[in-house]
């Protein structure tokens, strides 16, 4: 009780709080100072706080409420649906594609703690972590000078390796997904710490979407040997053994995990659709994009 009484209300008055600013995030484009502005608020004020509540609601010492299924819907629809549509979520990228993305990002980069290992403290993965990049730079940076220190490409390459071998995948956030192009940090993600990640497997797809990427898990059954290697790996439950191979049985998100633990190099990362337009000259969105709500594709499974 004393839980639900401190909790609920909290929830009540963010999730109407948060409303201006998802209205903001329609309305303009990542040149814009008020995105800057917002961005710089969300990162300074909101964003360990909002980590660290869904932390406890979903998996932490407030789990008991967070079970509570008129609640649990009440957050899901009045504060994790608007977030994971207008204000924020990501998409998982390969390891060899993020490493290209890195040498691709123009402007200068930045490493600083994960939020949402500060956030719950629940976590044992290494805490510098987050690499912010183009407004995500001025914003975190401006915001926690003391977290976040400037660094070379050849280092954030070296961070995203060093994830990479300890099994954890990475993933592209996105402020203001409506328009898709507002990429702010790379973050190297676990499945026991990920908040975002969290979110989207307990509370699904619809209401915290997750953005598929551009790659799906396609196998050669020949060279299967049903080893499960790929099976254990997958944080997205995408990979099915039939009794014969494995396969990829559900919707694939392209984080290619499953791929690089295969012995066998049965698995390869099948390019199934194209990345979005590049920027414009003036660094906005390219001629004739239109912002919208995000729209999952159809399951990319084998």
């Known amino acids: 009780m004393t839980v639900a009484s401190s909790a609920f209300p909290w929830a009540l008055a963010l999730s109407f709080s948060l409303w201006p600013l998802f209205a903001a995030h329609v309305l303009i484009s990542e040149r814009s100072r008020l995105r800057r502005l917002l961005l710089f608020i ?4 909101l964003e360990v ?11 932490g010492k407030w789990k008991r409420l967070g079970s509570v299924r008129p609640f649990r819907s009440f957050l899901s629809f009045c504060l994790v649906r608007p977030f994971g ?5 990501a998409k998982p990228v390969p390891y060899g594609e993020i490493l290209d993305y890195i040498d691709a990002t123009e402007g200068p980069i930045a490493v600083g703690p994960c939020r949402c290992r500060i956030g719950h403290g629940a ?5 510098e972590t987050d690499i912010v990049i183009r407004t995500g730079y ?13 660094i070379t490409r050849d ?33 190297n993600c676990c499945t026991c710490g990920c908040v975002p990640y969290i979110i989207n497997r307990d509370l699904g797809q619809r209401n915290y979407p997750l953005i598929d990427g551009y790659y799906m898990a396609v196998t050669d059954a020949r060279k299967c040997t049903g080893c499960w290697k790929c099976v254990e790996v997958c944080p997205f439950d995408a990979r099915v053994y039939d009794g014969k191979a494995s396969m990829t049985g559900r ?16 698995i390869t990362m099948k390019k199934i659709r ?17 912002p919208g709500l995000y729209k999952r594709h159809k399951p990319y499974i084998e």
């Open 85 to 89: 549509y207008l204000g924020d979520t």
């Open 42 to 45: 969300f990162a300074r004020y």
């Open 274 to 290: 194209e990345p979005l337009p590049p920027r414009g000259d003036d660094g906005d969105w390219p001629h004739g994009h239109r």
């Open 138 to 150: 001025n914003a975190w940076t401006k915001a926690f000078p003391r977290d976040y220190r400037t």
């Open 251 to 266: 919707n694939c998100y392209g984080c290619g995990l499953c791929s690089y633990a295969c012995p066998e190099g049965a």
């Open 49 to 59: 706080p909002l980590l660290k509540a869904s932390y406890f609601l979903l998996r």
């Open 123 to 127: 976590c044992e993965h290494p805490l």
């Open 155 to 187: 280092e954030a390459k070296n961070i995203v390796t060093r994830c990479h071998g300890l099994g954890m995948m990475h993933m592209i956030f996105i402020h203001c997904p409506v328009n898709l192009y507002n990429e702010y940090v790379i973050c």
